[in-house]
């Protein structure tokens, strides 16, 4: 095997070795890219190519996923050499924009090696002919953001009093310096730094752990401890939850919800559902500064928000650092901590911050402004929920839905987010259409069988007792009181009648 890495080899003793090495492809993935970058100049390259992609494609997918960079390099070289262009141009969709700069630089440079295209609407800004990503945006998500960008007024700084009369009009503190932050956040200016601290290791301001998602996998959780997250909570509640929202955004907004999301959809013809994949983890903290210096605040203030609102994640080290002490008692019966590894930068909204959805909504604002002129256009109505991006018809279409939903892939791609096309669907009049969970083919209501679920619950708790229908949960009293609230949100005559027999029926078991 040794040889074979290192030699090279007839077409024969190519695709065997290859054969070979695609059983452990976990193991063997940088090897495999050598070997094809060795042999690109053979004719039979190309079967090699197309031999390993179709072996490899969930490798490669895992790769461009890891949180570790290193990793997502290690998928881009495989794409680089072992797939074809097709193909390659769907996996490198997902790391053109990566956060991590010599990510989306080799991302970039492999795309331009293959000649692909960076297939989205044109883009006015931009100068089609200096684009090595062809005629759309190569920036997207960080236009406006940095200096070297095209902008004609970046270089005209506003003066502080300028920019204090703006933030006076939007009804948000100044915040001139630290001292001011730390006097609105109630902390000293040691904390600042303590809550900025990246990883979940010992004085972090963060703890991980992973959910279920509700159709197969995990969903990774970065929560903030209390101090941090009381800090987020007053950031929340005197800046983001002051700056108007866009209409079409229904996610974690007062006075909006999953019913008002839905009731723009409801006696449509045609609904079309998709949503957008790694929807907090694709704002990162240069998105979260261009945010907070279009609010009106200097560049160091701006700064030092975003570091208060975003999370740097740390892997753990390769190899445990050695230690030549001996442990005291104390140590030997605390649990051992994992190495400090490389910190990951730059930091990104983390999923369980009180913050992260309105910054998410704020950082959807151009996206949402889009969609909506993109859907009246067709004759369409548009409402996004957090990631779910939701379309509907009142008539059938006219036209191919396929080309709405290019340019649909394609605005999102321009604005930083990725759509998840896997999870597209299109529902017709003759078919169940539900929006955020709600059936909206008349009017908006909750879907017949939960209904008829929560009714079956209600009797069997009135017919045996509440106690027999916990099943050991704990929380089985806020679960009745909590759905039957719901529901009245939806459907307020039958809702109230509900509330008043759980209420009822909580009153006798009490």
């Known amino acids: 095997m040794t040889q074979a890495a290192t030699s090279v080899l007839s077409p024969i003793e190519l695709i065997l070795t290859l054969r070979t090495l695609l059983a452990d492809r976990a193991s063997n993935a940088t090897l495999i890219g050598e070997l094809l970058e060795r042999h690109q100049d053979m004719a039979e390259y190309q079967i090699a190519r197309f031999y390993v992609a179709r072996h490899l494609i969930p490798q490669v997918e895992a790769l461009l996923s890891e949180l570790d960079p290193r990793q997502r390099l290690a998928g881009i070289e495989l794409v680089r050499f072992g797939f074809p262009r097709t193909l390659a141009g769907k996996l490198l969709r997902r790391v053109v924009k990566d956060p991590d700069i010599a990510v989306r630089k080799r991302a970039r440079s492999t795309v331009k090696r293959l000649g692909l295209d960076d297939v989205a609407p ?72 303590r809550f900025m601290r990246p990883g979940t290791q010992t004085g972090s301001a963060y703890v991980e752990f992973e959910i279920p998602k509700a159709k197969g996998g995990t969903r990774r959780i970065a929560a903030p401890r209390g101090p941090l997250r009381r800090v987020q909570r007053v950031l929340l509640d005197q800046i983001l939850s002051k700056v108007p929202q866009h209409e079409a955004a229904h996610g974690f907004i007062a006075g909006r919800s999953t019913v008002s999301n839905a009731r723009p959809h409801q006696g449509a013809a045609l609904v079309v559902k ?3 994949k790694d929807f907090f983890p694709s704002v990162h903290y240069r998105r979260v500064v261009g945010i907070f210096t279009m609010l009106g605040y200097g560049e160091p203030m701006a700064r030092a928000l975003a570091a208060l609102t975003t ?17 005291s008692p104390s140590d030997a019966a605390r649990p051992p901590e994992p190495a400090r590894g490389r910190v990951l930068w730059p930091g990104v909204l983390p999923q369980g ?48 839905i396929g080309r709405f939903l290019w340019w649909v892939d394609g605005i999102c791609q321009q604005e930083g987010f ?46 045996h007792g509440v106690a027999s229908q916990a099943k050991g949960r704990d929380d089985f009293a806020a679960y009745l009181a909590g759905y039957a609230a719901y529901v009245q949100m939806v459907q307020p005559e039958l809702g109230k009648a509900w509330a008043a027999e759980v209420a009822r029926l909580l009153g006798e078991s009490a």
């Open 122 to 193: 044109p883009d006015t800004r931009y100068d089609a002919r200096r684009s090595s990503l062809g005629r759309g945006n190569p920036a997207g998500w960080a236009f406006g953001l940095f200096r070297n960008h095209a902008r004609s007024d970046w270089g005209r700084r506003p003066r502080p009093a300028t920019r204090v009369a703006a933030l006076g009009a939007q009804g948000l503190p100044p915040l001139a310096s630290s001292s001011d932050l730390c006097k609105l956040l109630g902390v000293e200016a040691s904390a600042l730094v």
């Open 353 to 400: 911050a009180p913050t992260s959805p309105a910054l998410a909504n704020l950082a959807c604002r151009r996206l949402d402004v889009r969609l909506t002129r993109l859907a009246a256009r067709y004759g369409a109505t548009y409402t996004r929920y957090a990631d779910d991006l939701t379309f509907s018809f009142p008539q059938p279409p006219q036209f191919a």
């Open 311 to 327: 999370y740097r994640p740390q892997l753990p080290a390769d190899e445990p650092p050695p230690s030549d002490a001996a442990p």
């Open 274 to 276: 998709t949503d957008l």
């Open 418 to 463: 990725l759509e998840h096309p896997a999870k597209r669907k299109l529902l017709r009049k003759k078919t169940q259409q539900r929006v955020t969970g709600l059936v909206t083919n008349q009017e908006v209501h909750v879907p017949r069988a939960d209904r008829r679920r929560f009714r079956a619950l209600l009797h069997n708790c009135k017919k």
